[in-house]
């Protein structure tokens, strides 16, 4: 009996000693696991060096390639489409295009058919003169011309505001006119979606355009560039695909003529909003407005 009672005695002290230790908090804590050994920290990346513009000299040579196998065709045929933006009502820009096609033989003939999403118009030079003619209005415009296909482009748009997002394809030394003012060109890559063939990409940039072109890596010939004029604040882009290339093919002398644009009724050739230009005619008047009694024809 006195065996039991001391051992329900000292049963009584032990749960007494750890209620009350679980009513103070003052349980021992078990010993805490050992701390793993730090893990090794990986070498720390070297510093992207920033990137610098400049000219790479692969760029260099896909353009200079480019434009010496235009400048050595005797004579050129292609179709140009564009591409270009144009500020909406709404903000987004809308995309309009036109399909033009060009034909030319060095130093001095020049032809180019547009159609698209607005009027057809044709342009005609054959080294003496510079004929621009509207179809569907049966109007012409001719003018002189410069003996050569680079200064009739620049008198063209000085004179009409005409212009051919496609020259610097058609001028005498086309990389000599693309490299003056090059800071950048780089290098991007090749695609084999563009044009049906194997391209090699190139983006350059003067003071006034950002330019990505995409260059056959075989036939050296342009197939797309996408332009962005860097002083236009709404950075609309053009694009302009070229196809159906043919080098140094026999072309007909008369080629650069139009017998229907002959027979048209003149207008001056002069800048679309230049309405008081020297020479400019009035549009011929109908037989009925003729026939009208106090009408002076």
């Not at 400049?54 to 235009?70: M, P, Q, T, V």
């Not at 591409?83 to 399909?99: N, Q």
Request: charged fraction near 20%.
């Amino acid at each position: 009996m006195r065996h039991r009672h001391v051992m329900r005695c000292v049963a009584g002290l032990a749960l007494a000693a750890v209620l009350a230790a679980s009513a103070s908090g003052q349980t021992t804590a078990p010993a805490a696991p050992k701390a793993k050994a730090a893990a090794a920290k990986p070498a720390a990346a070297p510093p992207v060096a920033p990137y610098r513009p400049g000219l790479e000299d692969h760029a260099i040579e896909i353009l200079k390639a480019a434009g010496a196998r235009l400048a050595a065709a005797r004579s050129m045929s292609f179709t140009a489409i564009v591409s270009y933006e144009s500020p909406s009502l709404l903000g987004p820009p809308l995309v309009y295009s036109t399909e033009t096609q060009v034909t030319m033989v060095r130093p001095d003939k020049f032809k180019a058919i547009t159609v698209g999403d607005g009027p057809p118009s044709e342009f005609y030079y054959d080294g003496k003169t510079m004929t621009a003619f509207s179809p569907n209005e049966n109007l012409v415009a001719v003018a002189e011309a410069p003996p050569t296909i680079d200064a009739m482009l620049e008198a063209a748009y000085k004179t009409a505001a005409i212009y051919f997002p496609f020259s610097d394809v058609v001028v005498t030394d086309p990389y000599k006119d693309l490299a003056d003012g090059l800071t950048t060109a780089f290098y991007v890559g090749q695609s084999s979606i563009v044009g049906d063939t194997t391209t090699d990409i190139v983006a350059y940039v003067n003071a006034d355009v950002f330019v990505q072109a995409w260059i056959g890596a075989e036939d050296k010939l342009p197939r797309r560039l996408y332009a962005i004029f860097l002083n236009d604040p709404a950075r609309l882009r053009h694009v302009l695909q070229l196809s159906k290339w043919q080098l140094d093919a026999a072309v007909p002398a008369d080629a650069f003529v139009s017998a229907r644009a002959a027979k048209a009724a003149q207008i001056a050739f002069a800048r679309p909003d230049a309405m008081d230009a020297p020479g400019m005619k009035p549009p011929p008047q109908s037989q009925s407005a003729k026939a009208q009694p106090g009408k002076t024809p």
